[in-house]
DNA sequence: AACGTTCTTGTAAACGACTACAGCGGCAAG
DNA sequence: CTTGCCGCTGTAGTCGTTTACAAGAACGTT
């Protein structure tokens, strides 16, 4: 089965009784005539002939492949980002490879480096810390990339970014115009990128909306465990409302506030950041901010895609506006209840 | 930037003074003198030197990577297998390809056929419905595979099959345990692989446990939306407990609980299937069937890792035991309630 | 001193496809 | 009947590695 050895070009050509050269023009569309046209196909038809990839691929120097590295492949916050990168990137005819860095930085910079062998094309990555190394490992890159995520501006990257600081503004413009007034912020590590954009966000707005008076919590991580182990903390301050820097955090608030006793939203209203799929499942579902991951990876595909097709172009960023997605989980306190 | 060339075999060759070949020995570690090699590594190291995986990968017929195909990227239901398979086949040196048909038995087939070209050394693939087209598809393909599903018996195939049916008995012999005796089962399409498994499961512990007295019911498809819709047929019935074909029919039938009024668990005992991220996230947690997707698709990879170390070995069915992760869903109702 | 080992190293031929170049026939213009 | 052009086809070199083979060096044995 494995054994039996493929059909090659100069297979197809003997058969054909004439040259590779003439087998080749025929496959890639070059000037033929209609008798070797003919007389080709039928010599791949019979043989079942397909052209290796990894023989065309060191001729040409493109492996038609593509990269995308994402710290941990299961999460949902990337699910998003996954489907729109593998839909761009197949329609363009192109494979994808999923890496994980496993959210370490070492791992992440090792798949960079690794691209040098020329696996393939190009990567799409979005790091979790946009550390220095990852920056020198962007730059020291000889492939195509586009970042996700916000390196700093003086580096010339492709790169495509959310607007979490306006993400958070609409959420926390929700929960005002919705009477809510005790707000707590419940962050992630500030050290990552989207803690510290969300971090931004939040004093902005706080300083905008409430004078200041929003309390900010952080989570030990992006997680609902995270969530689960802060919110005891957050929810003995009594807040009505609670706006987390993404769902995970979001559904470890609300398994404590069910715990408690609290109701969602008469008592409290929970909002989360990312809009997964998770959001719409849960009970009640979860308002949350997208911050259009589908849109910012479809729109890094196509940078990508575009930087490959003319590597001179200047680097150039997308910004991609967020909408604030609300369903029950901040719906205003019913009347009648209290 | 991308038009640097990258440095080849023969220009380290001349900086350090030998042939390719040696070059090429020291890199593979071959027998070579200690001066060979340091003066290697000198011209590798101060050319910044790596190997060409296209002509590696064209000379040596393999290409390092492996496929897999799932219908789905961003289902949760495939997250843990995605996880599991990309942590083995990182760690034996692979590349991984995520491939996803759509949901297509058509693009499946199109995946799997395309691989004749040979830009992967294997593909392991999870298919939603085991058609004839598809076990032919497998067939012709010469490359080795590993399905992750059950397909015929007679079909000399490497596969890794979750036990539904035991995995369903699990389920219903924890809730007649915890006093439900009403019980529904909501499955999906049943001209699906988990479809059919799942209801035979069914039909076998209904009869055993409950002399045939179970109510089923079809949803049109496996999602939460899917739930949602049979919901109100089901609830009408007034069971005192939901069998959910899987995690995101469950969602959607507790959603309509919630909506309803009914309390989950007290009034009314969910229980799911493939013990998602999902099903922990959610309040109640949700009691699921684990059917160890992670343990299926570890084993798939190894199953794959080990037909490519030696193609003639016999075909190899796994099979991964159920096990049941119990969550506040189908807990007793309390005492003192009602 | 001649010979056989053993160990290193270099030469050159692959792997399978693409493509620059040259060769060939046919045809129209002179 | 040349000449020139054009369109089609074949020859052969190339992409960057790996590897079979052979040549050469170093050494011990007789």
Same mark, same amino acid.
């Given at each position: 089965?494995?054994?039996? #050895? ?6 197809? #050509?003997?058969? *054909? ?14 000037? !033929? ?8 196909? *039928? ?19 493109? /492996? ?28 363009? %005819? ?6 994980? %860095?496993?959210?370490?930085? !070492? ?10 062998? %020329? ?36 580096? @010339?990257?492709?790169?495509?970014? *959310?607007?979490? !600081? ?17 707000? $707590? ?8 990128? @989207? ?24 989570? +030990? ?9 802060? $919110? ?8 009505? *409302? ?26 409290? +209203? ?14 009640? %579902? ?14 890094? !595909? ?12 200047? #680097? ?8 604030? /997605? ?6 205003? $306190? ?5």
């Amino acid at each position: 089965m494995t054994l039996s #050895a493929r059909p090659t070009l100069s297979q197809v #050509a003997d058969l *054909a009784g004439v040259s590779v050269a003439s087998v080749s023009r025929v496959l890639n569309g070059l000037p !033929a005539s209609r008798e070797m046209t003919t007389r080709v196909r *039928a010599a791949v038809d019979s043989l079942g002939y397909t052209p290796d990839a990894r023989a065309r691929s060191l001729k040409v120097g493109r /492996t038609e492949q593509l990269v995308l590295v994402v710290p941990d492949v299961g999460n949902p916050v990337y699910t998003g980002l996954m489907r729109a990168v593998a839909a761009v990137v197949k329609d363009a %005819g192109y494979r994808l490879l999923l890496s994980t %860095g496993n959210s370490e930085v !070492a791992e992440e910079i090792a798949i960079l480096d690794g691209l040098s062998s %020329g696996y393939a094309d190009g990567v799409i990555i979005s790091p979790l810390r946009m550390t220095e190394p990852i920056l020198q490992a962007l730059q020291r890159l000889r492939h195509p990339a586009v970042v996700i995520g916000t390196p700093p501006a003086a580096v @010339p990257l492709d790169a495509v970014q *959310a607007d979490s !600081a306006a993400g958070v503004q609409l959420a926390m413009q929700h929960l005002v115009d919705t009477d809510r007034h005790r707000i $707590a912020f419940v962050n992630g590590p500030v050290d990552t990128v @989207p803690g510290t954009a969300r971090q931004r966000g939040f004093d902005r707005a706080d300083e905008r909306l409430l004078a200041g008076a929003g309390r900010r919590y952080a989570a +030990a991580a992006f997680t609902v465990d995270a969530g689960r182990d802060i $919110a005891e903390r957050v929810l003995d301050d009594r807040p009505d *409302a609670v706006l987390c820097a993404n769902d995970l955090l979001a559904f470890g608030v609300m398994r404590v506030a069910h715990s408690r006793g609290i109701r969602v939203p008469d008592d409290l +209203a929970v909002v989360g950041i990312d809009d997964t799929d998770l959001a719409a499942v849960v009970s009640p %579902g979860l308002t949350s901010v997208n911050l259009g991951s589908g849109e910012r990876g479809a729109a890094a !595909a196509r940078l990508l895609l575009a930087r490959i097709a003319d590597p001179d172009r200047p #680097a150039e960023r997308v910004v991609v506006d967020p909408w604030l /997605t609300v369903r029950e989980s901040s719906t205003p $306190a019913r009347e009648g209840d209290r």
